[in-house]
Nanobody, 125 residues
Framework: VQLQASGGGLVQAGESLRLSCAAS????????WAWYRQAPGKERELVAS???????NYADSVKGRFTIARGDAKNTVFLQMNSLKPEDTAVYYC????????????????????WGQGTQVTVSS
């Protein structure tokens, strides 16, 4: 299973973007999905997360502006980002915690985390 993040781009301050993260293959279960971001010269930080019971958590800097949600298929998660600010500029990564999935031989595999490849979000002032 691989995570594919998409939806990043270049926007002006105040505009919106919607990021998507989809798991290829069969994801049998997971504890939580999350979006992290990493700006140049800074550490990776948690932006938002959603648990298997749909409990959500947000970084203080994005509360009220960003919304994380599951897709209809349980292997997809979205991050709706509104009222973007220049300080939101970063590479955004999706993450799955404690995934269980089928490998190429259709045997179940448990991992600690899965990470997507990242998608660049740039907000100009």
């Amino acid at each position: 299973v691989q995570l594919q993040a998409s939806g990043g781009g270049l926007v002006q301050a105040g505009e919106s973007l919607r990021l998507s993260c989809a798991a290829s293959g069969t994801l049998l279960r997971s504890d939580a999905w999350a979006w992290y971001r990493q700006a140049p010269g800074k550490e990776r930080e948690l932006v938002a997360s959603i648990t298997s019971s749909s409990s959500t958590n947000y970084a203080d800097s994005v509360k009220g502006r960003f919304t994380i949600a599951r897709g209809d298929a349980k292997n997809t998660v979205f991050l709706q980002m509104n009222s973007l600010k220049p300080e939101d500029t970063a590479v955004y990564y999706c993450n799955v915690e404690n995934p269980v999935y089928y490998n190429a031989d259709y045997a179940p595999v448990a991992a600690r985390y899965l990470w997507g490849q990242g998608t660049q979000v740039t907000v100009s002032s």
